[in-house]
C-alpha cells in the first residue's frame, strides 16, 4: 500500500513563506511526476507544480517566480518553497505521485492534503 503524506502548511502572513513537503512510502518500485495541487473553497483543483523523475519542472502562471518544487528520489520526497505568498494563494495543497508500487498498476497516488492560511 502507498501512502503520500504532506506537512508543512500554516498560517502566514502575505508575503510570508512556508515550505511544504511530501513523503512517499510503502512498496514503491519507482516514483514518476510527483506534483503539488490545490483546493480553495468553492473552486476546483489545480495544479501547482509538478516535477519529472528527471527534475523537469512545470509552474501554473500564478506562482512562477514564487513558488519552487523540488524532489529527493532517494527520499521519496517532494517539496513545495512558497515564497511572497498572497491571500489568493489559500487553499489545501495536496501532494501527488504517478508511482509504481509492487503487486499493482502504475497508479496516481494523493495525500491527505494541508491547508495553507495566508492572512493579516
Known amino acids: 500500500q502507498v501512502r503520500l503524506v504532506e506537512s508543512g502548511g500554516g498560517l502566514v502572513q502575505p508575503g510570508g513563506s512556508l515550505r511544504l513537503s511530501c513523503v512517499a512510502s510503502g512498496s514503491i518500485f519507482f516514483i514518476n511526476a510527483m506534483g503539488w495541487y490545490r483546493q480553495a473553497p468553492g473552486k476546483q483543483r489545480e495544479l501547482v507544480a509538478s516535477?519529472?523523475?528527471?527534475?523537469?519542472?512545470n509552474y501554473a502562471d500564478s506562482v512562477k517566480g514564487r513558488f519552487t518544487i523540488s524532489r529527493d528520489n532517494a527520499k521519496n520526497t517532494v517539496s513545495l518553497q512558497m515564497n511572497s505568498l498572497k491571500p489568493e494563494d489559500m487553499a489545501v495543497y495536496f501532494c501527488n505521485g504517478d508511482i509504481k508500487a509492487r503487486g499493482v498498476p502504475r497508479s496516481t497516488y494523493w495525500g491527505q492534503g494541508t491547508q495553507v492560511t495566508v492572512s493579516s
Open positions: 516535477i519529472s523523475s528527471g527534475g523537469s519542472t
